[in-house]
């Protein structure tokens, strides 16, 4: 598996270098890429309004003496308006394996399913980069040591560094949490969150994004990290390859604190 994920990562890195040196045009121009950030894009917002939308897809099948598919996608979509910022995520992944049975035949099981939910309303304040927002999301894993989780939390958010090629925002704020482990068990309770994002414009065609979010409950500290490296194909289409890791510190026994997914993508802007 790490040599799969140093793999995926090289050749992101060398379709980067490759695009850098073709490709005139500005990464900033497309919509930005982010995860739980609600961020205004570069160009004017027509008529008061518009929708930023983004659709990704990857896929991997094997066969031979290793059998199995996992395909992983995720849809972006947001709405700017002049005071108000909103953003809808959806993700989903799964993975089906083809295992040998007692009996010499073959059969496939399912090893992975998780899908999540997102929705974010952002009101923009006076000072530009400010917001307050509110935000709720679900995820149900099957087989993770949370099979389902949700959390609605509301806060403020800044941007701490604005530059022609990098921006940092952060967030900050109460809410409250419950889920179900696969134990069966219940648990909820209030939480603080804190969220920050950096995204750096690396070439006219590249751009790399860090974003972690951390929420600490009562029983439980939920935190996801993504570190993701963009790179333009054309108008509308870019690669993307990202790394990402689940965490969370009250797990079952025989569960594993963290959950980790590379994954190598094409992204479609529309």
Same mark, same amino acid.
């Given at each position: 598996? =790490? ?9 992101? =890195? ?32 027509? @008529?008061?309004? *518009? ?34 910022? *909103? ?8 993975? @089906? ?15 992975? #399913?998780?899908? !999540?939910? !997102? ?19 679900? /995820? ?41 482990? !696969?134990?069966?068990?219940? @648990? ?21 994004? #860090?974003?972690? !979010? ?5 029983? *439980? ?12 194909? *054309? ?18 026994? @025989? ?8 994954? =190598?993508?094409? /992204?479609?802007?529309?």
């Amino acid at each position: 598996m =790490l040599m799969k994920s140093l793999s995926l990562f090289a050749l992101a =890195l060398a379709c980067a270098a490759q695009a850098a040196s073709a490709a005139p045009d500005d990464i900033a121009d497309s919509a930005p890429s982010s995860t739980y950030f609600t961020q205004a894009p570069n160009k004017p917002i027509p @008529e008061g309004s *518009n929708w930023y939308t983004s659709a990704e897809l990857g896929a991997i099948s094997t066969s031979g003496n290793t059998s199995g598919t996992s395909v992983t996608g995720k849809i972006d979509a947001r709405h700017e308006m002049n005071n108000w910022s *909103n953003e809808y995520i959806a993700t989903g992944y799964f993975k @089906e394996d083809e295992i040998a049975n007692d009996d010499g035949s073959r059969s496939r099981t399912r090893s992975a #399913q998780r899908y !999540s939910l !997102s929705a974010k309303a952002a009101y923009k304040l006076l000072e530009d980069g400010n917001r307050a927002f509110v935000l709720g999301s679900h /995820v149900n894993d099957k087989f993770g040591a949370y099979t389902r989780y949700s959390s609605m939390s509301v806060g403020y958010g800044t941007q701490l560094l604005r530059r022609e090629d990098k921006t940092v925002d952060v967030e900050v704020g109460p809410g409250v949490f419950h889920g179900v482990n !696969s134990a069966g068990g219940t @648990e909820a309770g209030m939480t603080v969150r804190g969220a920050a994002q950096l995204r750096w414009r690396v070439s006219p065609s590249a751009a790399f994004s #860090q974003t972690v !979010s951390v929420e600490r409950g009562t029983s *439980n500290m939920h935190s996801i990290a993504e570190t993701s490296l963009s790179t333009k194909i *054309n108008g509308t289409m870019q690669m993307k390859a990202a790394f990402s890791a689940r965490n969370d510190t009250n797990v079952p026994e @025989e569960k594993k604190n963290t959950d980790t997914q590379t994954s =190598l993508t094409l /992204v479609y802007s529309f």
